[in-house]
């Protein structure tokens, strides 16, 4: 029923999680709908957004280009205390909560011996590096419950007294007041900062 290009549009943007036909058509036609400057644009900034950002060298954190994200360059923040998270959305919503005032570091993929991704295969050796650097860490771990955060957490612990760096680390872990599977995208800011107060250790 609707012209050819508008139904390509449509597809592009049902390949977005949660985005279903009604919601992604009408995506499309308000596009259309723009001035041929606020489209063009909005084009501009799609092009920009994809050449321009990139990973933050420190945390992983989304960044511009190729500098330190606005986290690490924040010299208010707590150098000793870093969140450890999976991926960078996850800073997003842990930021919601607007109690934590240290620091994040992503490791972009969780250790999974099934799918053959091991530590090196994620960012854990540059936040090991990071701990050695420190003369104290408090590294809190805020990942979703599954057998991989386990797998991530026991390997990190394990490096951690390898390493002879257990004396000057404390790791702790968001749980109490968390339901036990939840998406840390959509949790409340109340829940996370209940998590955050009640972490306990690991
Ligand atoms: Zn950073």
Redesign the pocket.
Known sequence: MLPESITKVTDHLMKFPSMGRRSSQKIALQLLDQSDLEFQELLQDLVKMKQEVSF??????F?QNNL??????DRLRLNHQICVVEKPTEVIAMEKSLIYRG??HVLGRLISPLDHIFAQNTNIPSLIDRIKSLDRVELVLFLQPSFNAEATTAYIREKILELDLGDKVNISKMAQGLPSFYNIDTLDIETLAKAMEGRIKV
């Open positions: 933050c060298g420190i945390c992983g954190f960044s330190s994200c606005s986290i690490c360059s620091r994040y």
